[in-house]
């Protein structure tokens, strides 16, 4: 067999002893013979292992190894640079004990941001901002993107980005409260839905107004804007020009669902039996209309037309008094009624308008269209 093969094999079957000792050894200070790996023989003086061909010199170093000096911990941590390391276990003094600063742990699971607040960079800059982590934690998922984030990496992009919009500093907090997913978002995406709004002859001050009115619009993407854009203009028949001065007045038709929107372009027209130029009509001044409960409309068209006998022409007219409160509407006709002055027909004397009928403060409606005072409203209201 070869020699490095003996070697091997002794080696293999006796481990070299483990030095006890609490301090490594600098390399190259520790020297193993060859001997040392031999296996004890079975009677006296025999020895397991190959019959060694090296010279008379060598042997003689086989047969006496070097010993490790006995070296000072102090000597070992000089020779390697290095610091002692503390025990666990080590005694400190109390001026040492009191020194010490523990950071705080963080929660491992809340339910509300403000616990997060002290242990994150991020939500503490988010509120100097102005944003109110109370109502960001109600949005599904919001809490763990902000966590998520880095401020300096992730969100400071973000916040020149809508400046560069035209949102004031001031209002960026309000902003992020509605819409803290935009943080997320990627900025050349951002960057590419307000280009196609300038592309579609949206002015700065326009997106501005969209923006700051709608908080989700730019997490559309472009496909979905022009989808809605042209949904928009064909389902009402509108022109270009009305339909982007539409969506800069009430953009929320542009993130808002569908579905109620077709809904109550249907009830105008097959339940309330307004023509489709009328209807057109209605939404232009009125848009809010398309995004309103179904339920309320069928309320206040029913009294307005069935109960106060107003005609779809009037309505036309005046669709702002589908936004006002039904409950309005009822007292101050009641009250009008009660006076002898409930009149709504403009070829009549003592013609009373629709808009003066629920726009005005009571105030006003009593001395100036009622023709009495805040007094008596109030007192025929505690008779109803």
Not at 160 to 183: A, C, M, R
Not at 269 to 279: A, D, S, W, Y
Not at 314 to 336: A, C, D, G, W, Y
Request: charged residues 25%.
């Amino acid at each position: 067999r070869s020699r490095g093969g003996a070697v091997q094999a002794c080696c293999g079957a006796a481990p070299l002893p483990v030095l006890r000792s609490a301090h490594r050894l600098p390399p190259g200070r520790l020297r193993v013979s060859v001997a040392d790996c031999a296996r004890p023989s079975r009677a006296k003086g025999e020895v397991y292992g190959p019959r060694s061909s090296l010279p008379a010199a060598v042997k003689q170093e086989q047969a006496a190894p070097e010993t490790v000096s006995d070296l000072s911990a102090a000597k070992l941590y000089e020779d390697w640079d290095d610091v002692p390391p503390s025990s666990a276990l080590e005694e400190i003094s109390e001026e040492e004990a009191v020194k010490i600063v523990a950071d705080p742990l963080l929660p491992p699971h809340s339910s509300t941001l403000r616990d997060y607040v002290d242990h994150s960079e991020t939500l503490t800059k988010l509120v100097h901002l102005g944003v109110d982590l109370s109502q960001v934690e109600k949005r599904q998922k919001a809490g763990q993107l902000l966590l998520t984030l880095d401020f300096e990496k992730d969100i400071t992009k973000i916040l020149l980005f809508l400046k560069d919009v035209g949102i004031e500093d001031s209002q960026l907090g309000p902003f992020l409260t509605k819409n803290p997913y935009i943080l997320g978002e990627d900025l050349e995406a951002l960057e590419t839905r307000v280009a196609y709004l300038k592309s579609k002859k949206f002015g700065n001050a326009e997106i501005t107004q969209m923006v700051s009115r709608a908080p989700y619009l730019l997490l559309f993407s472009v496909e979905r804007l022009d989808n809605r854009l042209g949904f928009l203009k064909n389902e009402l028949g509108l022109s270009v020009k009305k339909t982007k001065d539409l969506v800069i007045r009430f953009p929320r038709l542009l993130t808002g669902k569908l579905e109620p929107v077709k809904e109550n372009l249907q009830v105008c027209q097959v339940e309330f039996g307004f023509q489709r130029n009328e209807v057109q009509q209605i939404v232009f001044k009125t848009p809010k209309i398309l995004t309103a409960s179904k339920k309320r409309l069928r309320q206040t068209f029913d009294y307005l037309h069935n109960i106060m006998g107003i005609p779809h022409n009037m309505l036309t007219r005046f669709p702002q008094v589908f936004n006002s409160k039904l409950l309005r509407i009822k007292e101050r006709h009641m009250f009008l009624i009660f006076l002898g002055r409930a009149q709504y027909d403009p070829t009549q004397p003592s013609y009373i308008s629709l808009d003066q009928l629920v726009s005005l403060p009571d105030e006003v409606f009593c001395t100036e269209i009622a023709k009495a005072s805040m007094q008596d409203f109030e007192k025929f209201l505690k008779t109803i």
